[in-house]
T-cell receptor, first 112, second 115 residues
Framework: AQSVSQHNHHVILSEAASLELGCNYSYGGTVNLFWYVQYPGQHLQLLLK??????LVKGIKGFEAEFIKSKFSFNLRKPSVQWSDTAEYFC??????????FGAGTRLAVHP | KAGVTQTPRYLIKTRGQQVTLSCSPISGHRSVSWYQQTPGQGLQFLFEYFSETQRNKGNFPGRFSGRQFSNSRSEMNVSTLELGDSALYLC??????????????FGEGSWLTVV
């Protein structure tokens, strides 16, 4: 069955620290992968997406992710986090048509 | 342009009742999908509609149903509510499929509490 897993459920960082959130997918065929962010009290917003081509994908707000096919991974990175990055981050894969299969999410808390 | 709009934003229902949630997609979007978000189960796909046809369905009991109207607006209904149905219900819309480069946009959700 198709699945997406996120390694860390809670991450606590200080401002200016580097961030890497893990995501692994388990399904074959065409791979479309996404990272969404949910800020407190706000709706899910797309950070970045991968369809094909360059495995290093750049998104909004300084985030990037690298698709590594051999490791079935799509990890999210940011070189220097800010307090405003405090949010919940979701990795997702396409499950056909417009169905998204989400990972469990990672709650990130950034302390000033 | 206006985003995905969901109504009502908050509601409280009693076990055994039914509830209808409404979603207005972004103008021009013909695909509407629904998700349930709970602390324990995370984000789970309910179903997706495109031009009034259900194209995909998640693993939820038959108490969960939906429909889409000719103007692309969508409703979902939950009958015989159970305490475990308490959740944030999210609606999302898209112009087309992600494989074609389209983005799926989410609404702010409807918070349902079953007591």
């Amino acid at each position: 069955a198709q699945s997406v897993s996120q390694h860390n459920h809670h991450v606590i960082l200080s401002e200016a620290a580097s961030l890497e959130l893990g995501c692994n997918y388990s399904y074959g065929g065409t791979v479309n992968l996404f990272w969404y962010v949910q800020y407190p009290g706000q709706h899910l917003q797309l950070l970045l997406k991968y369809f094909s081509g360059d495995p290093l994908v750049k998104g909004i707000k300084g985030f990037e992710a690298e698709f590594i096919k051999s490791k079935f991974s799509f990890n999210l990175r940011k070189p220097s986090v800010q307090w405003s990055d405090t949010a919940e981050y979701f990795c997702a894969g396409s499950g056909g048509y417009n169905k998204l299969i989400f990972g469990a999410g990672t709650r990130l808390a950034v302390h000033p | 342009k206006a985003g995905v709009t969901q109504t009502p934003r908050y509601l409280i229902k009693t076990r055994g009742q039914q509830v209808t949630l409404s979603c207005s997609p972004i103008s021009g979007h013909r695909s509407v999908s629904w998700y349930q978000q709970t602390p324990g189960q995370g984000l789970q796909f309910l179903f997706e509609y495109f031009s009034e046809t259900q194209r995909n369905k998640g693993n939820f009991p038959g108490r969960f149903s939906g429909r889409q109207f000719s103007n692309s607006r969508s409703e979902m209904n939950v009958s015989t509510l159970e305490l475990g149905d308490s959740a944030l219900y999210l609606c999302a819309s898209s112009l087309g499929e992600p494989s074609s480069g389209n983005t799926i946009y989410f609404g702010e959700g409807s918070w349902l509490t079953v007591v």
